[in-house]
């Protein structure tokens, strides 16, 4: 049973370009969440998708944008990316109403670097 | 910012019992606690979660004070492949299990020496 899968692994960009990245949910799951995790720091939540909308979001500017996709799949997009956008980007799904209960399940994540 | 304060590094033997502390003083009463641990170039992993009653699991128990402003989770046999980031998280848990997105501090790293 595949576990949460992003694409690409690594990836590196120039200040000011725009990038996606992907994630395909746990098999059976429903809702994705994103995260960006800094070098030495925990994951920071950006936003979390169901049913393709985004039903709560944290403390990211709106160039931090996302889509969710009828198969639940999700991308993630950064646009005029800024040095400090580099971070590995974790992506993370639960059944709808068991996340409480069973907690996520993340996947390996994308390492975003900016140059 | 976090709710919870957890210490920066601890070590502990091989075979031994890991326990790591928690303080959660400003926990709500419908907050539950969640640990998670990320072992090196993994996504983080989902270990525990409780309110006030203690819990365990295939995994680690999760020790909860009484007056909830403290936990520890315990690995009670630990193995050089839990060397990894441990993150102790208060979150709501709603009625129908959802939860909302989730604020990792820094957590613990823990270092299991053979």
């Known amino acids: 049973d595949a576990g949460v899968t992003q694409s690409p692994t690594h990836l590196i960009k120039t200040r000011g370009q725009q990038v996606t990245l992907r994630c395909s949910p746990k098999?059976?799951?429903?809702?994705v969440s994103w995260y960006q995790q800094a070098l030495g720091q925990g994951p920071q939540f950006i936003f979390q998708?169901?049913?393709?909308?985004?039903?709560q979001r944290g403390n990211f500017p709106d160039r931090f944008s996302g889509h969710q996709f009828p198969n639940y799949s999700s991308e993630l997009n950064v646009n005029a990316l800024l040095l400090g956008d580099s971070a590995l980007y974790l992506c993370?799904?639960?059944?709808?109403?068991?996340?409480?209960?069973?907690?996520?399940?993340f996947g390996s994540g994308t390492r975003l670097t900016v140059v | 910012d976090a709710k919870t304060t957890q210490p920066p590094s601890m070590d502990c033997a091989e075979g031994r019992a890991a326990n790591l502390p928690c303080n959660h003083s400003?926990?709500?009463?419908?907050?539950?606690v969640y640990w998670y641990r990320q072992i090196h170039s993994q996504g983080p992993q989902y270990i525990i979660h409780?309110?006030?009653n203690n819990e365990t699991n295939e995994m680690a128990s999760l020790i909860i004070t009484e007056d909830r402003k403290s936990s520890t989770l315990i690995l009670p046999h630990a193995t050089l492949r839990d060397t990894a980031v441990y993150y102790c998280?208060?979150?709501?848990?709603?009625?129908?299990?959802?939860?909302?997105?989730?604020?990792f501090g820094k957590g613990t790293h823990l270092i299991i020496q053979p």
């Open positions: 998280i208060v979150s709501l848990l709603y009625s129908g299990g959802g939860a909302d997105g989730l604020t």
């Open positions: 098999s059976g799951h429903d809702t």
């Open positions: 409780g309110l006030k």
């Open positions: 993370a799904s639960s059944l709808d109403g068991t996340g409480g209960y069973y907690g996520y399940t």
């Open positions: 400003t926990i709500s009463g419908n907050e539950y």
């Open positions: 998708y169901y049913e393709e909308e985004e039903r």
